[in-house]
């Protein structure tokens, strides 16, 4: 089982980018599935997440207004497009799935509920 993200790079601020994650070896179309940050020295952040079928979503509120999570479960992928980039979103960004069903969205940014994690993606936002 595999989560694979891609799509991050460098950018100027203001700037866009679209992150990708591929799920391979199970279907995750049934779980939960979030994106994390973390930028150097500093801890993980959550960032967003999204439900099985992409009616609800939820997102941190220092990306609010400016990243969009979706998901496509007949390609087993979830979508962060992150607009408005500035230099303080630059961090490594982690996709995950969480397959404990039926709790609020407040739970789901709970990092360490998560089960499966992506391996990264850097994210580079210049000034």
């Known amino acids: 089982v595999q989560l694979q993200a891609s799509g991050g790079g460098l950018v100027q601020a203001g700037g866009s980018l679209r992150l990708s994650c591929a799920g391979s070896?199970?279907?995750?179309?049934?779980?939960?599935m979030g994106w994390f940050r973390q930028a150097p020295g500093k801890e993980r952040e959550f960032v967003t997440a999204?439900?099985?079928?992409?009616?609800?979503?939820y997102y941190a509120d220092s990306v609010k207004g400016r990243f969009i999570i979706s998901r496509d479960n007949a390609r087993n992928t979830v979508y962060l497009q992150m607009n408005s980039l500035k230099p303080e979103d630059t961090a490594v960004y982690y996709c995950?799935?969480?397959?404990?069903?039926?709790?609020?969205?407040?739970?789901?940014?709970?990092?360490?509920?998560?089960?499966?994690w992506g391996q990264g993606t850097q994210v580079t936002v210049s000034s």
């Open positions: 995950a799935a969480l397959l404990k069903s039926g709790h609020s969205p407040g739970f789901w940014r709970i990092g360490d509920e998560y089960d499966y």
């Open positions: 070896g199970r279907t995750f179309s049934k779980d939960v």
């Open positions: 999204i439900n099985w079928n992409g009616v609800s979503t």
